[in-house]
């Protein structure tokens, strides 16, 4: 083991801290061990869409381009959750990939999935409705659940839409007994009737 790698140790990371900014240099190659980093691009115009979130195990494409590239942050991280995680140095991580054909291989596996994701986040954006997208973020937010902890500009990010568009949208759901909103919550009523409109062809 490299003096680098002895010298990594865990850092917990409160919610709500911003990891890095855009043209933020990169510090190193992050490893989440526990909680959710939550990573969003903000154009000029000022709306923001969520790109991926990071979890224990998978891969924050930015750091890694970063790193790969020598550049810059263009996007923002923030802790979605209370976090723990690890930061590779620069050059350890270089070694890595080098030197370590395991790491090497789990590392671009991770890669090819973060890079499936955002595929499929142009895709949503670019060729779904209001309508499909906020049921599918609903669903997804809830994870399995009945309930949604989301402000209508949380959710209008999750989608890359506006705040207003999404109010009126989650006015129509409620109409058809989908939903019931209430103040920073969203209660999934007929989860069932959200998961057709999210996946009308199926």
């Known amino acids: 083991m490299s003096q680098a790698a002895a010298a990594i140790?865990?850092?917990?990371?409160?919610?709500?801290?911003?990891?890095?900014?855009?043209?933020d240099a990169c510090a190193g190659f992050v490893v989440v061990s526990a909680g959710t980093i939550k990573v969003s691009l903000t154009a000029e115009n000022?709306?923001?869409?969520?790109?991926?979130?990071?979890?224990?195990?998978?891969?924050?494409?930015?750091?890694?381009?970063?790193?790969?590239?020598?550049?810059?942050?263009?996007?923002?991280?923030?802790?979605?959750?209370?976090l723990v995680l690890e930061i590779i140095p620069a050059g350890e991580f270089q070694r890595r990939v080098t030197a370590e054909p395991e790491f090497r291989q789990r590392l671009f596996s991770a890669v090819a999935a973060r890079?499936?994701?955002?595929?499929?986040?142009?895709?949503?954006?670019?060729?779904?409705s209001i309508e499909e997208r906020l049921a599918r973020a609903l669903l997804r937010l809830a994870?399995?659940?009945?309930?949604?902890?989301?402000?209508?500009?949380?959710?209008?990010?999750?989608?890359?839409?506006?705040?207003?568009?999404?109010?009126?949208?989650?006015?129509?759901?409620?109409?058809?007994?989908?939903?019931?909103?209430?103040?920073?919550?969203?209660?999934?009523v007929d989860p069932e009737g959200l998961k057709h409109l999210a996946h009308p062809a199926e």
């Open 9 to 23: 140790q865990p850092v917990a990371i409160p919610r709500g801290t911003v990891l890095f900014r855009p043209d």
């Open 46 to 82: 000022g709306r923001e869409i969520v790109l991926y979130r990071v979890r224990p195990g998978e891969i924050c494409l930015q750091t890694f381009g970063c790193l790969v590239n020598h550049g810059a942050y263009s996007a923002e991280g923030i802790a979605e959750t209370d």
């Open 115 to 128: 890079f499936a994701d955002l595929e499929r986040l142009v895709e949503d954006v670019a060729l779904s």
């Open 143 to 188: 994870e399995g659940g009945a309930m949604v902890d989301a402000t209508h500009e949380a959710l209008a990010t999750e989608i890359g839409s506006a705040r207003a568009v999404v109010s009126r949208q989650l006015g129509a759901f409620a109409r058809d007994g989908l939903v019931a909103v209430e103040r920073g919550h969203i209660a999934l």
